[in-house]
T-cell receptor, first 110, second 111 residues
Framework: GENVEQHPSTLSVQEGDSAVIKCTYS??????FPWYKQELGKGPQLIID?????GEKKDQRIAVTLNKTAKHFSLHITETQPEDSAVYFC?????????FGTGTRLKVLA | DGGITQSPKYLFRKEGQNVTLSCEQN?????MYWYRQDPGQGLRLIYY???????QKGDIAEGYSVSREKKESFPLTVTSAQKNPTAFYLC??????????FGPGTRLLVL
């Protein structure tokens, strides 16, 4: 069946450094790729998304890149801050439903 | 103030008891979803509904039931057949094939 692999499962960076989280999807029909940030005890919040007709999208310190040929997409966070610490999920929307990655716990060390 | 609300925030279930989790949205979204989240794991789809009075099973529907009598509401019942119900339950909604927006979640614990 369809799946989304997400790496790494945990990531620790020093404040001010960059963080990169990578996802690989299997359903070639996937055409929409959102990223969510989930803080402890709360629901996931959309932080950025990208559609299959675009290769890169930026929003201030956050960017997402998509390689349709390789079926990879990645989240890039620059100049990380302590408030970036959370669990990040990628997702791929394909045939009528979303498939989520297993999440990356990002810790930004002050 | 638009959004998705879930209640209660915490819910305790006794063995053999059915419990119902509430999900309401005022975003005028057609589609609604229920996910289960276990510690350290991703989101697993329980049920989804793309239109009123219609819903489909997700990947882990056994032991759960839903209804969609109103566009705004998509309650989830955790039945006694669900032997391991302890988890964080998330409701989401979207326009058809659009971005999903999540509620704050309900944590279900077994007494």
């Amino acid at each position: 069946g369809e799946n989304v692999e997400q790496h790494p499962s945990t990531l620790s960076v020093q404040e001010g450094d960059s963080a990169v989280i990578k996802c690989t999807y299997s359903d070639s029909a996937s055409n929409y790729f959102p990223w969510y940030k989930q803080e402890l005890g709360k629901g996931p919040q959309l932080i950025i998304d990208i559609r299959s007709n675009v290769g890169e999208k930026k929003d201030q310190r956050i960017a997402v890149t998509l390689n349709k040929t390789a079926k990879h997409f990645s989240l890039h966070i620059t100049e990380t801050q302590p408030e970036d610490s959370a669990v990040y999920f990628c997702a791929a929307f394909g045939t009528y439903k979303y498939i989520f990655g297993t999440g990356t716990r990002l810790k930004v060390l002050a | 103030d638009g959004g998705i609300t879930q209640s209660p925030k915490y819910l305790f279930r006794k063995e053999g008891q059915n419990v119902t989790l509430s999900c309401e949205q005022n975003l005028n979204h057609d589609a609604m979803y229920w996910y289960r989240q276990d510690p350290g794991q991703g989101l697993r789809l329980i049920y989804y509904s793309q239109i009123v009075n219609d819903f489909q099973k997700g990947d882990i529907a056994e032991g759960y039931s839903v209804s969609r009598e109103k566009k705004e509401s998509f309650p989830l019942t955790v039945t006694s057949a669900q032997k391991n119900p302890t988890a964080f339950y998330l409701c989401a909604s979207s326009i058809q094939e659009g971005t999903q927006y999540f509620g704050p979640g309900t944590r279900l614990l077994v007494l």
